[in-house]
């Protein structure tokens, strides 16, 4: 089935740098959407994708849909974007379902 | 603009028992709905998908049963609780038809004793 792989697992970033989480996918996606997952469990949308690039902010994000994956950049990060970072993409099955990554733990550190 | 409700926000209940999870989306209709599980610490699984009311496919069963008996609302239950299902339930809409955003609701945490 369709598969996705989020790396890294787990970042710590001091405030104010920045870094990228990625997402490969093992077939081919219609595509891809980006959560942040805050203390309380609440999922957050970032970004919804079906081709190219988006940005909000800080954060930028790309999905190429021929190459099979997506990243996330966060630059100058502050305290607040601590939280969980799921990516999850839609292939074309027609199922209805969305394969969600296993997420990127993020903690800024002041 | 439209909102997704769930409750109960939180419950505790003994292994064995039963569990009926609810969810309501206002300001939208025909909904595409969803149910996702997430393990402490794990990442999000599709449980159940609905595109219309009564009807209701399984994606991963998991010991557990969806019904959406109005075109705004699912329910998730189950007869006898297992520690197992210990998580927290996630509902989620979207517009019908694909190529869109998926909404989450706030959750509801299960704790199985």
């Known amino acids: 089935g369709d598969q996705v792989e989020q790396s890294p697992s787990a970042l710590s970033l001091h405030e104010g740098t920045g870094s990228a989480l990625r997402c490969n996918f093992t077939?081919?996606?219609?595509?891809v959407q980006w959560f942040q997952q805050n203390s309380r469990g609440s999922l957050i949308n970032l970004f919804y994708?079906?081709?190219g690039t988006k940005e909000n902010g800080r954060l930028k994000s790309t999905f190429n849909s021929k190459e099979s994956y997506s990243t996330l950049h966060i630059r100058d990060a502050q305290l607040e974007d601590s939280g969980t970072y799921f990516c999850?993409?839609?292939?074309?099955?027609?199922?209805?379902?969305?394969?969600f990554g296993a997420g990127t733990r993020l903690k800024v550190i002041a | 603009a439209q909102t997704i409700h769930q409750w109960p926000v939180a419950e505790i209940k003994a292994v064995g028992s039963p569990l009926s999870l609810g969810c309501t989306i206002k300001?939208?209709?025909?909904?595409?709905l969803y149910w996702y599980w997430q393990a402490t610490g794990g990442t999000l699984q599709q449980l159940f998908y609905?595109?219309?009311?009564?009807?209701v496919e399984s994606v991963v069963q998991l010991n557990l049963s969806a019904s959406r008996p109005k075109d705004d609302q699912f329910i998730l239950s189950t007869e006898k609780l297992l520690l197992s299902h210990s998580g927290f339930y996630l509902c989620?809409?979207?517009?019908?038809?694909?190529?869109?955003?998926?909404?989450f609701g706030s959750g509801t945490r299960l704790t199985v004793l």
């Open positions: 999850a993409a839609e292939g074309y099955t027609g199922n209805y379902k969305y394969v």
């Open positions: 609905s595109i219309t009311v009564g009807q």
């Open positions: 989620a809409w979207r517009h019908r038809g694909l190529a869109e955003t998926l909404y």
């Open positions: 994708l079906a081709s």
């Open positions: 300001g939208k209709s025909s909904p595409n």
């Open positions: 077939t081919t996606m219609r595509a």
